[in-house]
């Protein structure tokens, strides 16, 4: 069975392009550079995966508290996709599109009744996105309407984050999370192709050949995406 590439293994390809054999061998400031490519591959590879990003979502559960109303979602959460749906009874709720619709919910679908006086189980759900604290600013709030009486658990599908690297990556052996068709064929030649504009490459005698440019080798998103054709007509 395939596997997917390791940071590890970027990492090790791209020191070999600036001739170093062996990661002990080199500098703090040569590592972070190393990774940093690896970062800006990996958030290339991201930006440019929004039809093809099935590897980036999964479903969580998540618990809305009693009189809340809303949750602020993980850091490594980039945006929640319907459906939503209530854990206990797998209850799909219905996706609210403005915050106009969830401030005045009670005065449009209750017949203008409070939060106070609906019976308490949500029918609907909205996400906003804004600057709040955490590592990562830009986050979701999950909100539900009316508000619980009562902790409510709710699964979602949502879309993660790309991973941002660090060297203790590199020592643990940590994996990258996408299909190992995209390893050799578009990751590893991007990094490749940021980490050609770095000194310690172009202090070769003959450096190897390289791509044009950076975004070729995301061509081969649409060849590599493993969905059956469309039928014929």
């Known amino acids: 069975m395939a596997s997917s590439l390791k940071v590890h293994q970027v990492v090790d390809d791209l020191f070999r392009m600036w001739g170093i054999e ?12 190393a990774i940093s490519d690896l970062n800006a591959a990996m958030q290339t590879l991201w930006s440019y995966s929004k039809n093809v990003d099935f590897w980036t979502r999964t479903t969580e559960v998540v618990t809305v508290p009693a009189n809340s109303g809303s949750i602020l979602l993980s850091d ?24 106009d619709e969830l401030e005045n919910f009670s005065t449009y679908y209750l017949g203008g009744l409070s939060h ?20 990562d600013p830009a986050r979701c709030t999950l909100h539900l ?45 991007i990094a490749r192709y940021r980490s050609s504009s770095y000194l310690l490459f172009y202090s070769l005698q003959s450096p190897p050949p390289l791509l044009p440019h950076s975004t070729l080798p995301l061509s081969q998103l649409p060849a590599t995406h493993p969905t059956p054709p469309s039928p014929k007509t």
């Open 22 to 33: 062996k990661a002990c061998a080199t500098t703090l400031s040569v590592k972070e550079r």
């Open 76 to 99: 490594d959460i980039q945006n929640v996709i319907t459906p939503c749906r209530t854990q206990e009874d797998n209850r799909p709720l219905a996706p609210l599109h403005s915050i």
């Open 116 to 135: 106070s006086e609906a019976t308490g189980i949500p029918t609907s759900f909205y996400v906003s996105r804004g600057n709040q604290s955490g590592d």
């Open 145 to 189: 309407a009316p508000t619980p009486l009562v902790d409510t658990a709710v699964k979602i599908d949502v879309i993660k984050e790309c991973p941002r690297y660090e060297w203790s990556d590199y020592d643990s052996n940590t994996s990258i999370p996408i299909p190992h068709q995209y390893g050799e064929s578009i990751l590893l030649p």
